[in-house]
């Protein structure tokens, strides 16, 4: 690894020579969530993201994970996910379900996604609803701090605007304090309905993955995780704290390449 520390106040930095190299360690601290939550509760309650994340998690797919995790205990929620049919090629499910959990033993049943046949505000207000029977089950915990689920991990990826999940810059999903899903008609990336959590369930999981690769969200990793004094913005990126939980950043090293806080292991 180029560099792993912990920053003051912006969690774990991991920071990747390659993505092939990222790729192995998500799927090591992945598989080890699993494994602590499984014997802690029984279970383990993972929600995804969208884009390049679901290819980066590809490792777990294979051996040892494929045989080594406890597939049955997982229980599959989306972070966020657009408002399309689930055999459509935006569809986050679709992803998932092609890169992920087609290849692993899932428990069908376990596997919680929007229905599709809603509108977004619909679709966002079902999706609430199930979590909240979910919740009831325990299978998903109920933090003792905020009125909302504590997911076991939230995996989120970031767009070169600094955007997490279907949370955008400047929008007023980010206000949205008393849902813990909410919906968008405007995303400025494509397709424009979408579902997302909010700010207050993401804080509130007990740990939170963000993975982010690539030059083009250099710019967008410095600005959500430097100290920048009074004029740091207020990107989404820079609003996920975890009241409780632990966040941790799987970086490559050209994402990492503009942080000022921190210096590469030669
Ligand atoms: O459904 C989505 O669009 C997302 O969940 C979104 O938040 C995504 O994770 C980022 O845009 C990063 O996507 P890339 O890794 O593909 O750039």
Same mark, same amino acid.
């Given at each position: ?32 969530? =699993? ?31 494929? %045989? ?22 935006? =569809? ?67 767009? =070169? ?20 899903? =909410? ?44 100290? #920048? ?16 939980? %632990? ?11 503009? #942080? ?7």
């Amino acid at each position: 690894m180029a560099f792993s520390g912990v920053h003051r106040d912006r969690g774990e930095l991991r920071i990747h020579e390659s993505v092939e190299e990222l790729s192995t360690n998500l799927a090591d601290y992945i598989a080890d969530l =699993s494994e602590a939550s499984v014997k802690e509760r029984g279970v383990f309650a993972i929600a995804l993201s969208g884009g390049s994340l679901i290819g980066l998690m590809g490792k777990l797919c294979e051996a040892p994970y494929n %045989k080594t995790v406890d597939w049955a205990k997982w229980y599959i929620f989306w972070a966020d996910e657009r408002v399309v049919a689930k055999n459509h090629a935006d =569809s986050n499910y679709k992803l998932a379900k092609e890169g992920l959990l087609s290849k692993v033993p899932i428990v069908p049943s376990h596997v919680h996604s929007i229905n599709d046949s809603l509108s977004a505000e619909e679709a966002a207000d079902e999706y609430e609803f199930d979590i909240r029977q979910v919740v009831k089950t325990r299978m998903v915990c109920v933090s003792d701090i905020s009125d909302c689920p504590k997911f076991d991990l939230i995996l989120l990826g970031m767009g =070169s605007d600094g955007h997490v999940a279907s949370l955008f810059p400047n929008h007023s999903v980010l206000d949205v304090k008393n849902q813990w899903v =909410s919906f968008i008609t405007d995303s400025p990336k494509p397709p424009p309905e979408r579902i997302t959590f909010t700010l207050p369930v993401i804080n509130s999981a007990s740990n939170v993955v963000v993975v982010v690769t690539g030059e083009s969200k250099a710019e967008a990793v410095h600005l959500a995780i430097d100290d #920048l004094g009074p004029n740091c913005p207020s990107l989404p990126a820079r609003m996920v704290q975890p009241t409780n939980g %632990k966040l941790v950043w799987f970086l490559d090293k050209p994402a990492a390449s503009k #942080l000022q806080s921190v210096q590469f292991c030669e």
